[in-house]
């Protein structure tokens, strides 16, 4: 089932909030309501009964499947570990009907400021509307939870990168500054997700 919201009636409160309480709980018993398309007037939420969406912890069981992920094409062309490894990073494997599909980490850059990568590594999986639905799960369900007084998430991909930045869009997520960045030769796009907004 679908709810569509006019930015004009979401009034104060979040957008997420207001979509969970316009699709009452008949809606919610096939699933959680879900960011479909959020870049825009009106914004589309829907369920997903053919797909259970969940995220848990990354075990060493779950190596392998991540290094054959990065070595896919529609992967490898984007995915860089940061030159930088970064301290505090918490990583997560996305799973679709218990099939682990994708990886996700999160990570402090500064008070109330939370950064994450992820990626849908199963080809078969990838353009069908998942990687929306499981960023937007686990950005709402793992990571806003996990850190008081989160504001806001940022992720930035490679300007080239179109898919990831229509997702991130998809999300409610919106498009910052471009940087070079330092010691390569990518110009990567910030996109911010104001939490109160959209997700609390
Ligand atoms: C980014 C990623 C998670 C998207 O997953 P997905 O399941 O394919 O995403 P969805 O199907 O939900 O949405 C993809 C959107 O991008 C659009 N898109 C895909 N390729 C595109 C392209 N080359 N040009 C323009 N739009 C494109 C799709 O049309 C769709 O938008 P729409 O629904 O408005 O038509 C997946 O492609 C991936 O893991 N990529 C590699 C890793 C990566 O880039 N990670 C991000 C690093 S910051």
């Keep these: 089932m679908r709810v569509v919201l006019g930015r004009d009636e979401v009034g104060e409160g979040s957008w997420a909030g207001v979509a969970d309480r316009r699709a009452g709980p008949g809606a919610r018993a096939s699933g959680p309501v879900l960011a479909v398309d959020l870049s825009g007037d009106p914004l589309v939420f829907g369920t997903d009964p053919d797909h259970r969406l ?44 218990g099939r682990s599909v994708g990886y996700a980490q999160d990570y402090p850059l500064g008070s109330g400021v939370i950064g994450f990568d992820y990626l849908l590594g199963e080809p078969a999986y990838v353009g069908r509307g998942l990687g929306t639905s499981l960023l937007w799960v686990y950005l709402r369900d793992v990571v806003v939870p996990a850190y008081d007084g989160v504001r ?34 990518r110009t990567l796009v910030a996109h911010h997700l104001d939490v109160a907004r959209v997700l609390a």
């Design 54 to 97: 969940a995220c848990r912890p990354l075990t060493p069981g779950d190596l392998e499947a991540l290094a054959r992920w990065v070595r896919h094409d529609h992967v490898a062309r984007w995915w860089v570990e940061r030159p930088t490894p970064r301290e505090r990073v918490r990583s997560w494997i996305w799973e679709v009907n």
């Design 152 to 185: 806001e998430l940022v992720a930035a991909p490679d300007h080239r990168n179109a898919a990831s930045r229509r997702v991130l869009r998809k999300v409610g997520a919106t498009e910052g500054l471009w940087t070079d960045e330092p010691g390569s030769a």
